[in-house]
């Protein structure tokens, strides 16, 4: 299960990648955005 | 050879060489470029971006700020890193000034470089590492920019087949011909470029400009890491050093 953040009412939900098509179960928008992850990302400065 | 600091100023020199050649020059100049190290942000380590850029990018413009590097305290040290953390969240535009070193000495240069445009709820939160490197590795670690160098402008005027007709006094681009007490005279010939604009305009070949290939003209300006004096030195030291090396293995 991986959250995403729903692009019309903003509430975060959790989607099954295995079931087809996704939806948001609040507004029904089915557009979404992946959440940054928490995680500190390290890169090289060139 | 010989050579004289004609303006010298903190980030920008200009230096006359004489008896010299343009090769020796040259490998001054490479030095410059290639050899002389200077610090500059390698690593970074990004918590959040929720700004426009992306996280490459904004590592891309923290790398190519100009960190105060005193040479004496970190060359040679490979290991040696300044550690940089910033922090900001909008509505502004985050600045060179804003990346904050534990060591207030070693904070940029220049305080007013943008980095990134925040708009209102967005932030920005990383730390940096600036190491010691070489332009020769990646541009960032050149501490040198817009170097470059001419032969001396020798500019002579044929005084008797000249007719004061002031055609090179006009198509001279930098105004450096002028005409005093009927005589055409040069004002500043270390500022000609050797264009031949008035050479061309002579229409009795009473003009004649050449380039003096042993006495040399080199200028320069530094990002701000070192200043212009040091780079020149250092890169001296490292081409004597790199002559010497080349001396004992023959």
Known sequence: ?46 | MKFKFLELQENYAKILFEDTTPYFVNAIRRTMIADVPKMAIEDVTIYDNTSALFDEIIAHRLAMLPIPTYLDEVKGCEDCRIHYTLSKEGECTVYSGDLKAEDPRWNIKDKNIPIVRLLKNQRLILEAEAVLGTGKEHAKWQPVCGIGYKYYPEIEIDQEKCDLCMDCVNSCPRKLIEIKRNKVIVKNPEECTLCMSCVEACGRDAISVKGNPNKIIMQYETDGSLTAKEVFQEALNILYEKYDELEKKL
């Open chain 1, 1 to 46: 299960m991986i959250s995403y953040r729903c692009g019309k009412c903003g509430k975060v939900v959790e989607i099954d990648s295995e079931r087809m098509g996704i939806k948001c179960p609040f507004c029904g928008s089915k557009i979404f955005y992946k959440e940054r992850p928490p995680t500190a990302k390290r890169i090289k400065a060139r």
